[in-house]
């Protein structure tokens, strides 16, 4: 009798046949310490956390790319696949992914990682779904992890292409994967006070970043507010950055 797809598996799309590959996938090393209960209690031989199964998973995700953009991109010479392939594996763009797939809330974290925010941390995402990778791989093959990979590339170049097109994204992403490529954590919003009658609200919002405010915007909405905002963070950040 086949076990029902975990909530997870649902989103990523991939029913585990050993659940204690993608149980140890989603295992941090300090919660292996921790908790002196391995991963891998059902199934022996399965790693005790994500670790080496990153190591295994980023050779996966380095091949699925480069074959996807050479057969994608028949006419572009190998420099222009290079940086291609360089923005489609980048932090940014893992993290994102797994972040749109609640790898976050799967975690399995020791206490102080826990603490530190490392749900958020988009260098551990990005860790992790590699690590996932290349549990699919150990699972099934090949050709079930490039399966889960070939959804990443389609949304990261789409957004890529649209960018190019005139068509930047909100300054709340631009922000949100700044912040990830520095491997910080995610950007906050607080709302810092309203004026004017109920029918004709004017909102002020905070954005911080690493804790410290770095941005303030206002607007007819919450969300308009919290673009403003994002912008403003985001030249900060820049400002920071030309001044180095």
Partial sequence: MLRRSTPFEKRL??????????????THRSYAHEAGDPATVADPGVETHYERLEFLGDAILG??????????HPDRPEGDLSKLKSHLVSRPVLARHAATLGVGGELRLGVGEERSGGREKA???ADVWEAILGAVYLDSGL???????HPMLEAAEARKAGSAHGAPADAKTR???EVQGRGWKLPQYELAGSTGPDHDKTFQVRC?????VRGEGEGRSKK????????????SLRDDSSDL
């Fill in 143 to 149: 050709a079930a992890a490039a399966g889960l990979v």
């Fill in 175 to 177: 922000l949100q994967e």
């Fill in 224 to 235: 308009r507010a919290e673009q403003r905002a994002a912008a403003a963070a985001l030249q």
């Fill in 208 to 212: 911080r970043v690493e804790g410290e």
């Fill in 63 to 72: 091949m699925v790319v480069a074959e996807w953009l050479f057969t994608r």
């Fill in 123 to 125: 260098s551990l995402l």
């Fill in 13 to 26: 799309g991939y029913r585990f046949r050993r659940p204690a590959l993608l149980q140890a996938a989603l």
